[in-house]
């Protein structure tokens, strides 16, 4: 007596839930991969009846080996139902973590390119009168690399002593100590328009920009795509005007070998 009102108390809510509508609308959500709030909370709402009739019959009528083998039965469906929903819920959330990190990445990529992109405007107005360095970038040839004197010629002067002085930053004195020649088409003489310390710091600026932006793209902190989508040609035709200069001061001026390596590590991964 007790199993059949069971179950005519099981069949009553499961038929008033419609769970024929409710699987076929929890499958079309697992398909397009989404969380279903109506079909999750129908499938509680069963359990709930589910619960309440049993304990209505643990109430009112006296337990037998049957109803304590449904109740076994029904517990442990309810304890399967119940871990499917949170493992699903977990793998739901999991995945849309990912998606809201990835449009993180790619908002912070769009962010910090136009803020890289401001201040690299700012070097190269600096840069450009002495170096040329516009026409020099948008030549139709391979982009040809400054060379080391030409580098050095632009920041100051090679003192007779083998010291170096900023254009700007020389004495009277220094005048006195210039050297007659030089090697390698380095100059002998200061150029008082030329602010020399004004363009190394713009020159290492400019490709301290570009580094950041490597490594944040290296390390999977900025999107790939975004950077190089704007930013690849640019970076690559950048590092190969300097790449003489940067090789010759991890060379020469004790330089950290690791000069500028994540602009190298991302031009090569990338194929710029």
């Known amino acids: 007596m007790q199993t059949y009102i069971l179950m005519l108390v099981v ?8 769970i024929k509508k409710i699987m076929k609308m929890r499958f079309s959500c697992f398909k397009k991969d989404k969380w279903c709030g109506k079909a999750e909370q129908s499938i509680l709402w069963i359990l709930f009846g589910v619960m309440i009739a049993i304990l209505s ?3 009112f009528f006296s337990f037998d080996d049957k109803i304590i083998n449904i109740i076994k039965a029904l517990g442990s469906l309810m304890l399967v139902i119940s871990l499917g929903i949170a493992a699903n819920q977990f793998r739901l959330n999991r995945k849309q973590f990912e998606k809201n990190n990835e449009w993180n990445k790619k908002q912070l990529a769009m962010t910090q390119s136009h803020t890289v992109l401001d201040n690299i405007t700012k070097h190269i107005e600096v840069i450009n009168p002495v ?3 516009r026409e020099r970038k948008k030549s139709k040839n391979k982009v040809v690399p400054y060379s080391v004197h030409e580098i050095h010629n632009a920041m100051g002067v090679f003192m007779e002593d083998g010291s170096f002085v900023f254009h ?3 004495s009277k004195d220094d005048y006195k100590n210039l050297p007659r020649e030089q090697k390698d088409e380095h100059i002998i003489h200061f150029i008082d328009e030329i602010d ?3 363009i190394k710091d713009s020159i290492y600026g400019l490709l301290n920009e570009y580094e950041y932006l490597a490594a944040g793209v290296n390390n999977e902190i900025l999107d790939k795509e975004v950077i190089k989508s704007l930013l690849c040609s640019s970076i690559k035709d950048v590092f190969r005007l300097f790449e003489v200069y940067i090789d010759h001061v991890i060379k020469n001026h004790d330089g950290n070998e690791n000069m500028y390596l994540q602009i190298r590590k991302f031009i090569e991964s990338n194929n710029c």
């Open 131 to 133: 170096l040329n360095y």
């Open 168 to 170: 700007g930053q020389h």
């Open 11 to 18: 069949s009553w809510w499961c038929s008033r839930m419609d």
């Open 57 to 59: 019959i643990a109430i």
């Open 196 to 198: 020399g310390l004004a």
